[in-house]
């Protein structure tokens, strides 16, 4: 079963590091917001199971400066995505059809519920 990890660092709005003592990972978190209303964490996605190990296991982890934020299970019949949390807001998001490629397929290509969209 492969799955979609979110990591996030709370407080910051981008941070690269190096991880691993042998292979070195090399991680960018990026994507972080602070405004007014709050804050949003910088993040890193990734599904190989390597790099999910890696991470976990490391000290900025076990001290909380590298949190785990979401997991999607990306075999099924459909995904789950991220953007399901997001309040709907009118802007130029891509109109809700689906090309004739996605219609009927809904097992090979699974759809976001926001923006109908194969991928957010």
Same mark, same amino acid.
Request: glycine fraction near 8%; proline fraction near 4%.
């Given at each position: ?12 709005? #981008?941070?690269? +590091?190096?991880l ?6 090399? +991680?960018?978190? #990026?994507?972080? $917001? ?8 910088? #993040?890193?996605?990734?599904? /190989? ?6 991470? *976990?296991?490391? /000290?900025?982890?076990?001290e909380? &400066?590298?949190?785990?934020?979401? *997991?999607?299970? +990306? ?15 009118? $802007? ?5 059809? &689906? $090309? $004739?490629?996605?219609?009927? /397929? #809904?097992?090979?290509?699974? +759809? ?9």
């Amino acid at each position: 079963m492969k799955v979609l990890k979110v990591y996030g660092a709370p407080g910051l709005q #981008e941070w690269t +590091l190096v991880l691993g003592n042998g292979p070195r990972l090399h +991680l960018h978190f #990026e994507h972080g $917001s602070q405004n007014a209303f709050g804050a949003s964490p910088a #993040e890193y996605r990734t599904d /190989n199971k390597f790099f999910q190990t890696i991470i *976990e296991q490391s /000290n900025y982890f076990k001290e909380g &400066r590298i949190v785990l934020l979401d *997991e999607v299970v +990306l075999e099924g019949r459909r995904t789950t995505t991220l953007c399901l949390l997001l309040p709907k807001v009118k $802007s130029k998001h891509r109109s809700s059809r &689906r $090309s $004739s490629a996605q219609v009927g /397929n #809904e097992d090979e290509f699974p +759809l976001c519920g926001r923006c109908a969209r194969i991928r957010c």
